[in-house]
């Protein structure tokens, strides 16, 4: 297992607050906003955003080769609308792998952290 994840599941269990608990899903929850009009999907080596403009956007890792996405509870349940969170229910996936970047970015939001370019998804 990440040690990144073990620190994660250390600091929900001594807060109590599950706000960075990740949840995964396959990275085909994503088709749905490619070419979409409004949607933009852009990542670096171990994370990605997937936006609507003029609306919500999450920020998810990425693991397992792109074939696993992964995003905490507090991101899903505030930024993702109630529109979609069926979509993203249909396409939950077990936790199997993380990033580890990811993780790191959610541990310490505030730093700097390099992690490749930016691209299109």
């Not at 994503?30 to 979409?36: C, F, I, K, N, P």
């Amino acid at each position: 297992m990440s040690d990144y994840l073990t620190l994660v599941y250390r600091r929900v269990l001594s807060s109590g607050d599950p706000a960075l608990v990740q949840l995964a899903f396959a990275a085909e929850v994503l088709d749905r906003y490619r070419g979409a009009a409004g949607y933009s999907i852009i990542r670096t080596d171990s994370a990605g955003r997937v936006r609507k403009q003029g609306g919500w956007s999450l920020d998810f890792g990425i693991a397992d080769g792109d074939r696993l996405l992964h995003a905490s509870w507090q991101a899903l349940s505030t930024a993702l609308p109630e529109s979609e969170r069926d979509h993203w229910a249909m396409h939950a996936a077990p936790l199997r792998a993380v990033s580890d970047m990811f993780l790191r970015m959610q541990l310490h939001p505030s730093s700097c952290h390099d992690d490749g370019e930016v691209r299109p998804w």
